[in-house]
């Protein structure tokens, strides 16, 4: 007999999360909405044909008309097929590494707007590498420290382009 047959379980990985049809369904939402909102504000720039030629949301408001009309059809597809796609979108131990990954990037994303973009992105890469990676710290510091610094470089020196600043570099007078 195997382990199902009397009731043990030696993994969470089979169980069901979520199938495959709900994440059709959930995903056409999402950018039925993303579509919505791009053909609103390219309505809002101008998405007419002008004297002069096409207005500022004229060609962006079509991708987004043609982008809720694909979505449309994918939740049709998914809402009302005779044979729906019920299989487990994604096992538990696949959707923990996906948190792993996801989790910190949002975190990360957050701290931008408090740290900045250069110290946000030093904190991030020394995270990564010390929890996934497994690196030693004399690995860790170099490259936390030197990629910021380069991407610093070249876009608030060299390219002149301003990127999202926090504390440290106000202080440094950037």
């Given at each position: 007999?195997?382990?199902?047959?009397?009731?043990?379980?030696?993994?969470?990985?089979?169980?069901?999360?979520?199938?495959?049809r709900?994440?059709?369904?959930?995903?056409?939402?999402?950018?039925?909405?993303?579509?919505?909102?791009?053909?609103?504000?390219?309505?809002?720039i101008?998405?007419?044909?002008?004297?002069?030629?096409?207005?500022?949301?004229?060609?962006?408001?079509?991708?987004?008309?043609?982008?809720?009309?694909?979505s449309?059809?994918?939740?049709?597809?998914?809402?009302?097929?005779?044979?729906?796609?019920?299989?487990?979108?994604?096992?538990?131990?696949?959707?923990?590494?996906?948190l792993?990954?996801?989790?910190?990037?949002?975190?990360?994303?957050?701290?931008?707007?408090?740290?900045?973009?250069?110290?946000?992105?030093?904190?991030?890469?020394?995270?990564?590498?010390?929890?996934?990676?497994?690196?030693?710290?004399?690995?860790?510091?170099?490259?936390?420290?030197?990629?910021?610094?380069?991407?610093?470089m070249?876009?608030?020196?060299?390219?002149?382009?301003?990127?999202?600043?926090?504390?440290?570099?106000?202080?440094?007078?950037?």
């Amino acid at each position: 007999m195997t382990d199902h047959a009397h009731g043990d379980h030696a993994t969470d990985s089979n169980e069901k999360t979520v199938t495959n049809r709900t994440m059709d369904v959930v995903v056409a939402l999402a950018f039925m909405g993303l579509a919505a909102l791009v053909m609103s504000d390219s309505w809002r720039i101008g998405a007419r044909w002008a004297s002069d030629g096409p207005q500022a949301g004229y060609f962006p408001f079509y991708v987004g008309a043609m982008m809720f009309i694909a979505s449309a059809g994918t939740l049709a597809g998914a809402l009302f097929t005779k044979h729906p796609d019920l299989g487990n979108f994604v096992d538990r131990s696949q959707l923990k590494s996906v948190l792993q990954v996801l989790v910190p990037t949002a975190i990360y994303v957050a701290l931008i707007f408090v740290l900045g973009i250069y110290v946000s992105s030093a904190v991030f890469i020394a995270f990564f590498m010390w929890w996934l990676g497994k690196y030693p710290v004399a690995k860790i510091l170099p490259v936390a420290i030197g990629v910021p610094l380069m991407l610093f470089m070249m876009f608030e020196v060299w390219f002149l382009v301003p990127l999202p600043k926090g504390p440290l570099e106000t202080a440094l007078g950037y």
